[in-house]
């Protein structure tokens, strides 16, 4: 069934587990997110990129999504992940999707609180969620570690519905491996007591550290380039597999499909400290 953050990410963060947040682009990784959540019977989310929602590729692809969630017996969000403007978020709303995120990270802090609360306000006029995020994760190097501060700040002024922060991980495969500040996330989660964390970049993050900051408040973990690298991986090794010869499309996609449920599958259990 289709829900949104509010119905799955405070029971996650009270139990101390975290729910996987999955970026998708298409039907056949969909569906393996769909699939490890109906096999494990856990909540997923499953995220658009923004980017998308500059074609027609965005509402699209939110309509199937959104048929897959309600055709599902387990809870599902669709969700716009990295929302670069309010027209992006209209835009993941309009087409249905349950939430969307609104990324000010590289604003100002004021600029950023008065964006995310228009991005908040216009998703609960709507009964959808919207996740925020303070500090700055970045792609490389120049992260902005989110101070205790800002988050509360942030928070109170925005009443969004999950918090990113930035401890330490990056979007993308590690060159090295990362320092996670789990005294950091500690600390905010303390003062934050009942708000939802959000861990960005979550690819290669070691399971030790995933297993720490879900126990300090971190109740959504993302997960795009590790999960685009299997569905990649596995199409390459299918296609290798052809060898010329002549599948049906669907049937050429099915193992595809069963990679990225595996894949999604062991992340959920994971998260869910199963
Ligand atoms: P990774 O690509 O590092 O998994 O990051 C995903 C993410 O944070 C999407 O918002």
């Keep these: 069934m289709l829900v949104t953050l509010k119905e799955i990410l405070p029971e996650a963060r009270r139990k101390k587990r975290a729910v996987g947040a999955f970026n998708v682009a298409n039907y056949e990784a969909a569906l393996g997110v769909i699939k490890a959540a109906e096999r494990e019977k856990l909540p997923a989310i499953i995220q658009i990129f923004q980017r998308l929602f500059l074609s027609e590729k965005g509402s699209d692809l939110a309509g199937t999504l959104l048929r897959m969630a309600n055709r599902c017996t387990q809870p599902i969000v669709v969700h716009l992940d990295h929302g670069g403007s309010l027209e992006i978020v209209c835009a993941s709303l309009a087409a249905g999707c349950s939430s969307a995120m609104f990324d000010g990270s590289m604003l100002a802090f004021e600029k950023n609180v008065e964006l995310t609360k228009r991005a908040a306000d216009y998703s609960h006029m709507l009964g959808a969620s919207c996740e925020g995020e303070i500090g700055h994760v970045a792609m490389g190097d120049e992260n902005a570690i989110t101070s205790v501060e800002e988050a509360v700040g942030f ?110 599958a062991r992340l959920m259990r994971f998260f869910a400290g199963k």
């Design 155 to 264: 928070y109170s002024s925005t009443g969004v519905d999950a918090l990113a922060v930035s401890i330490g991980t990056v979007h993308g495969f590690y060159k090295s491996k990362p320092k996670i500040d789990v005294a950091r996330c500690a600390e905010i989660a303390a003062a934050l007591p009942d708000v939802p964390l959000v861990l960005h970049g979550g690819t290669g993050t070691p399971p030790e550290d995933l297993r720490s900051v879900i126990e300090n408040g971190v109740s959504k973990i993302n997960i795009a380039t590790e999960f685009m690298d299997t569905f990649l991986k596995s199409t390459r090794r299918e296609l290798d597999a052809l060898d010329g010869k002549f599948l049906p499309i669907d049937k050429f996609m099915d193992p595809v499909i069963d990679d990225c449920a595996a894949h999604a």
